[in-house]
T-cell receptor
Framework: EPEVTQTPSHQVTQMGQEVILRCVPISNHLYFYWYRQILGQKVEFLVS????????KSEIFDDQFSVERPDGSNFTLKIRSTKLEDSAMYFC???????????FGPGTRLTVT | AQKITQTQPGMFVQEKEAVTLDCTYD???????LFWYKQPSSGEMIFLIY??????QNATEGRYSLNFQKARKSANLVISASQLGDSAMYFCAMRPPFSGGYNKLIFGAGTRLAVHP
C-alpha cells in the first residue's frame, strides 16, 4: 500500500541553524501539507501546497518557513533560523484532491537545542 | 472560526467491548468534512474514517463508525469489539468549507484510549 515517507525520523539542531525536512508524498496525490505537533499538544496546520504554489498557510508559517517541491517526488519544509519553540513533530501529508482524507507520514521529530 | 472539542482527555474500555469517543465542532458553515485519526505511541497519524456534512448516512469502516448528529454538531467515533491494539490517541478533525480553509484540517486536543484485557 502506498504511503507517505519522511526523512529524517529525528533531527537535532542548534538554535539559529537552518533545517530541511523531507517528504515523499503518495505518487498520485496532488495536494501536500505540513503540520506540526508540539509534544503533548494538538496537531496544528502549517501550510498546504498545490500546483507548485502555496494554497493556504497558517499564522505559524511565517517568513522563517518555506516549502518547495524540487522535483517530481520530494516535498520539503525549510526552517531558516530555528528557535527553541520550533521543537516539535513535523508531519507531512498528502491527498488526492483538496477536501479528501489526508494521509500522513510517520513524522520528523525536530529538537532544537 | 471553526473549532473542534474533544472533552474526554482519557478513556478506558475492556477488550471486546464497544467505546464511544466524543467530538463536537463549532462552525456556521453548511459544507464541511469530519475525520478521525488514530495516533499510536509510535507517533504516526492513521486515517480512520470520514463523514461529509451532506452525507445522510453515518460513515462506517470495519469496526469504526461515526455517529454524526448534524443538529447537535457532534461526530462521535464508535469502536466496536475493542482490541488491545486500539490503545492510542484519537483525534477528531474538521475540514472547513471551500470558502474558508478548505485545504487544511483543524484538529481537536485528542482522547487517549486504553484498552484493558
Amino acid at each position: 500500500e502506498p504511503e507517505v515517507t519522511q526523512t529524517p525520523s529525528h533531527q537535532v539542531t542548534q538554535m539559529g541553524q537552518e533545517v530541511i525536512l523531507r517528504c515523499v508524498p503518495i505518487s498520485n496525490h496532488l495536494y501536500f501539507y505540513w503540520y506540526r505537533q508540539i509534544l503533548g499538544q494538538k496537531v496544528e496546520f502549517l501550510v498546504s501546497f498545490y500546483n507548485n504554489e502555496i494554497s493556504e498557510k497558517s499564522e505559524i508559517f511565517d517568513d522563517q518557513f518555506s516549502v518547495e517541491r524540487p522535483d517530481g517526488s520530494n516535498f520539503t519544509l525549510k526552517i531558516r533560523s530555528t528557535k527553541l519553540e520550533d521543537s516539535a513533530m513535523y508531519f507531512c501529508a498528502s491527498s488526492v484532491t483538496s477536501g479528501n482524507e489526508q494521509y500522513f507520514g510517520p513524522g520528523t521529530r525536530l529538537t532544537v537545542t | 472560526a471553526q473549532k473542534i472539542t474533544q472533552t474526554q482527555p482519557g478513556m478506558f474500555v475492556q477488550e471486546k467491548e464497544a467505546v464511544t469517543l466524543d467530538c463536537t465542532y463549532d462552525t456556521s458553515d453548511q459544507s464541511y468534512g469530519l475525520f478521525w485519526y488514530k495516533q499510536p505511541s509510535s507517533g504516526e497519524m492513521i486515517f480512520l474514517i470520514y463523514q461529509g456534512s451532506y452525507d445522510e448516512q453515518n460513515a462506517t469502516e470495519g469496526r469504526y463508525s461515526l455517529n454524526f448528529q448534524k443538529a447537535r454538531k457532534s461526530a462521535n467515533l464508535v469502536i466496536s469489539a475493542s482490541q488491545l491494539g486500539d490503545s492510542a490517541m484519537y483525534f477528531c478533525a474538521m475540514r472547513p468549507p471551500f470558502s474558508g480553509g478548505y485545504n487544511k484540517l483543524i484538529f481537536g486536543a485528542g482522547t487517549r484510549l486504553a484498552v484493558h484485557p
